[in-house]
């Protein structure tokens, strides 16, 4: 449930562009989780790319570049944290038995049928709102990365679209 391990990968060249009065910005997100299961609020994170971009108002489209890392709106709150853990542990449960876990059915190996079929309830993608160069959020929302098959290095792909 840390910020740490999250980088910005440079952006290339042509990553912010105009186009009829719009900005384009585009960037590669990378965060290294060190759990097998974890939490972490990115709520910060792309907040800061939305004050850099020069964007006053428009939307933030956010994408995990993976099938078992998951990106979802939720509080971040300790012990709530804990009851989306055990949500999920409960409705799929990972030594249940899954085709893609099976060796004769797949060449899987990581056994991780269970964190597949999490994020697809969870959900890999966010739009969210800008206006006056920030983030719209309720009070209590925070965007929150769960990965669900780490720990790894993980990709997330983000655009920022609209008027500076």
Same mark, same amino acid.
Request: a negative charge; proline letters at 2%; glycine letters at 8%.
């Given at each position: 449930? @840390? ?11 042509? @990553? ?8 384009? $910005? ?9 759990? $097998?299961?974890? /939490? ?12 850099? @971009? ?10 995990? /570049?993976?099938?078992?890392?998951? /990106? ?16 999920? #542990? $409960? ?26 079929? $999490? ?10 709102? =800008?206006?006056?160069?920030?983030? =719209? /959020? ?8 769960? #990965? ?6 993980? @990709? ?9």
């Amino acid at each position: 449930m @840390s910020q740490k391990g999250v980088e910005t990968v440079a952006p290339g060249p042509g @990553s912010l562009n105009h186009v009829n009065g719009l900005r384009l $910005r585009a960037e590669t997100l990378t965060v290294t989780t060190r759990d $097998r299961v974890e /939490l972490v609020n990115i709520t910060e994170l792309l907040a800061e790319q939305v004050r850099t @971009s020069g964007i006053r108002d428009g939307l933030v489209l956010v994408n995990s /570049l993976h099938t078992t890392l998951a /990106l979802f709106i939720n509080e971040f709150q300790a012990a709530l944290l804990d009851d989306i853990r055990s949500f999920l #542990e $409960r409705v799929v449960v990972q030594g249940d038995y899954y085709k893609h876990n099976d060796p004769e059915l797949s060449d899987c190996d990581r056994f991780n049928a269970h964190a597949h079929l $999490r994020a697809m309830l969870l959900g890999h993608n966010l739009a969210l709102q =800008v206006q006056n160069g920030e983030l =719209v /959020l309720g009070t209590f929302q925070s965007v929150i990365l769960a #990965e669900l098959d780490g720990p790894r290095e993980r @990709s997330l792909q983000l655009q920022i679209l609209g008027a500076a």
